[in-house]
């Protein structure tokens, strides 16, 4: 079976759990929850079977073994998480506003998760994985994206395959060097998982029909976009697949789009034909939205059958 492989940002994140316009007024606030996109996405891999494991770094402390823990529970290889005595696990505050929309505080930028290395355990972890996929942000950071080209050029060397979700926050496309690299790994991909209107990062396209023929045409074998509340679509050379999202009320957006990547690719790993595969996927981004906390809603393969169970028989 494919071993998936990701790298990059392992923190915790600290929740407000009321609305407010200052974390003053969205009281009390709960956590420390394990997160990271990265993180999220591979517990997603872990939790459905998978063989998995992520590179990263964390400090040696109690957020470090927030995650530790959880990634070993739900079945991620940890051997490529390196510990920094010394260094601080990242966190990231998040609250409500009062209209719904997020507002985070991180503390990442000096965090241990920015310095990843070339580690010896790195190195074979890296050897015994097939698949390969990548986040945005894990190019943001020098080292992290020189530590994502290696393995992303070792993976595809031997055969294997590459997915990556740009995953990126506005602020920051503006990094030095960011924009030549994403370009080069697009170059590499062989499923690319864009939310909404992220297609349009790569493509001069006015449209997103447009941009979907322009991206499969440079050689991406399948598109995958995620739609939030309005589902999701995929398209390959053999047309397009689209399924509608399943009515959930939603608890917490983050880490939906992690968790239905992590779905995703683990059936399509598996050979599952596209329409199954984002069934799956949708399911896990359904669930991942009624939990409060970023990977307190990744799923197991019961708990999406049940999902997509309920939806057919609602
Ligand atoms: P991202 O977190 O990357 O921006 P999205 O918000 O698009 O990703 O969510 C990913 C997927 O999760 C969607 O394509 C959909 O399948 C599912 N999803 C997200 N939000 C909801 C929701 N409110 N209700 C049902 N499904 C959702």
Redo the contacts with the bound molecule.
């Keep these: 079976m494919s071993k998936v492989l990701t790298v990059g940002e392992v923190l915790v994140e600290i929740v407000a759990t009321t609305r407010g316009d200052g974390f003053r007024e969205a009281q009390p606030l709960i956590g420390p929850f394990p997160s990271g996109a990265p993180a999220i996405f591979i517990d997603q891999v872990g939790k459905l079977g998978t063989p998995c494991a992520i590179l990263s770094r964390v400090g040696d402390d109690d957020f470090g073994r927030v995650n530790l823990d959880r990634l070993v529970a739900d079945g991620v290889d940890v051997s490529g998480i390196e510990i920094a005595p010394g260094e601080s696990t990242g966190s990231a505050f998040v609250r409500y506003r009062e209209d719904g929309s997020r507002a985070f505080v991180y503390n990442i930028t000096h965090a241990a998760c920015g310095r990843i290395n070339t580690t010896p355990g790195g190195d074979a972890l890296i050897e015994t994985c097939d698949h390969m996929h990548l986040m945005g942000t894990a190019l943001s950071a020098p080292g992290l994206a020189r530590r994502a080209g290696e393995a992303i050029e070792r993976i595809k060397a031997r055969g294997g395959t590459l997915s990556f979700?740009p995953?990126l926050r506005p602020e920051m496309l503006g990094a030095p060097g960011l924009r030549e690299a994403l370009e080069r790994v697009l170059g590499q991909t062989d499923l690319f998982l864009p939310?909404?209107e992220e297609i349009f990062l790569f493509t001069k396209a006015q449209d997103e029909a447009g941009a979907v023929a322009e991206l499969l045409a440079r050689g991406i074998g399948e598109i995958v976009i995620?739609?939030?509340?309005?589902?999701?679509s995929h398209f390959s050379a053999e047309g397009r697949t689209d399924?509608d999202?399943?009515?959930?009320e939603?608890i917490d957006?983050t880490?939906?789009?992690?968790?239905?990547g992590g779905a995703f690719v683990s059936f399509w790993l598996a050979g599952a034909p596209p329409a199954t595969a984002l069934a799956y996927?949708?399911a896990?981004?359904?669930r991942?939205?009624t939990r409060l906390g970023p990977m307190e809603g990744t799923s197991n393969r019961a708990e999406l059958d049940a999902m997509l169970a309920s939806h057919v028989e609602g």
Excluded: H, L, T
Aim: aromatic letters at 4%.
């Design positions: 979700d995953n939310s909404g995620k739609r939030g509340s309005g589902g999701a399924v999202s399943i009515p959930v939603e957006p880490g939906a789009g992690d968790s239905f996927a949708n896990a981004g359904a991942a939205v």
